[in-house]
């Protein structure tokens, strides 16, 4: 185990745009970090940038659908740094953005299995070791596809509306025991997964862009900021929040 004082966050999906973003983001406060991925070299990637910020970091291979898995990365997490702090609970893929009648069966249970059970199986497993603790604070990821209909995402936009729903009522359930959980709400950024979306439905993005009052995308840094204020920030009367982070697109 390292000896520090530090805070210690899990982010999953760590390897990614949002999650990587908000390591380094959570690195320049000297946090540990557990970076939870499917993807070893893109999870160690972000260790290596953790690292070079002067934070600790380890990468942790984990499939946020398989409960067993899930289990091991908060022991890991804890028998490493002592703790469980703070959780970006991020992990998600888009779907194949296509018409609901278009997807299969196996790519409408993907969705719901990686954005939904996934960040359920987290919660499961992390919330005992914050509230042994005396709290912790969590940030999930829902999305605009969360607070508003969209077009050829519906199994996305069901676990973002999910997400949502996961966060108000665990915060109900246990905010009295020093549990801070909100959700953020990012419209379309500037990640890897959102350049595939694009170049598989150039229409589609064509259509969704042209609806941001700032006119362009977010920056994965600017929901980072976002993030890190909900996980570290002293406004601790915060809960069961969802924070759109969305150039306005929710607001119209
Ligand atoms: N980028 C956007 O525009 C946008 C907007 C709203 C919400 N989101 C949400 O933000 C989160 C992060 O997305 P991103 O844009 O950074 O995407 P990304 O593809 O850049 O990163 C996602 C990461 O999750 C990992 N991952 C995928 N399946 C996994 C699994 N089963 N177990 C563990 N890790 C897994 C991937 O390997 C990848 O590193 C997702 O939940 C996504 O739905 C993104």
């Known amino acids: ?25 959570l690195a320049e406060s000297g ?22 910020k ?42 194949p953005g296509k018409k609901f009648l278009d997807n299969s069966i196996e790519q409408i249970d993907l969705v719901l299995d990686i954005n939904l059970r996934g960040a359920l199986y987290g919660l499961y497993y992390v919330l005992p070791e914050m509230i042994k603790n005396g709290g912790g604070s969590i940030v999930n990821t829902s999305s605009t596809a969360g607070l508003v209909g969209q077009d050829s995402v519906v199994s996305y936009s069901a676990t973002k509306h999910g997400i949502v729903g996961v966060t108000k009522s665990l915060a109900a359930e246990y905010a009295n025991q020093g549990i801070q959980i909100n959700a953020v709400a990012p419209g379309s950024t500037e990640t890897p997964m959102v350049k595939q ?23 994965p840094e600017e929901v980072a900021e976002l993030v890190s204020f909900l996980l570290m920030s002293e406004a601790k009367y915060i809960n069961g929040a969802v924070v759109p982070i969305d150039g306005g697109f929710t607001a119209i």
């Open 1 to 25: 185990m390292y000896m520090s004082t530090s805070k210690t966050a899990i982010i999953t999906g760590g390897g990614g745009g949002l999650g990587r973003a908000t390591a380094l983001k």
């Open 31 to 52: 946090v540990n970090i557990s970076i939870i991925d499917v993807s070893e070299e893109q999870g160690n990637e972000t260790v290596r940038l953790i690292e070079e």
């Open 54 to 95: 002067g934070a600790k970091g380890i990468f942790i291979k984990a499939d946020v659908t398989n409960a067993e898995e899930v289990k091991q990365y908060v022991d890991k997490t804890v028998s490493t740094f002592g703790s469980v702090d703070m959780f970006f609970n991020n992990a998600g893929i888009s779907g």
């Open 197 to 219: 979306y694009r170049e598989m439905n150039p229409d589609v993005f064509k259509a969704v862009s042209a609806t941001i009052p700032q006119r362009r995308l977010g920056q």
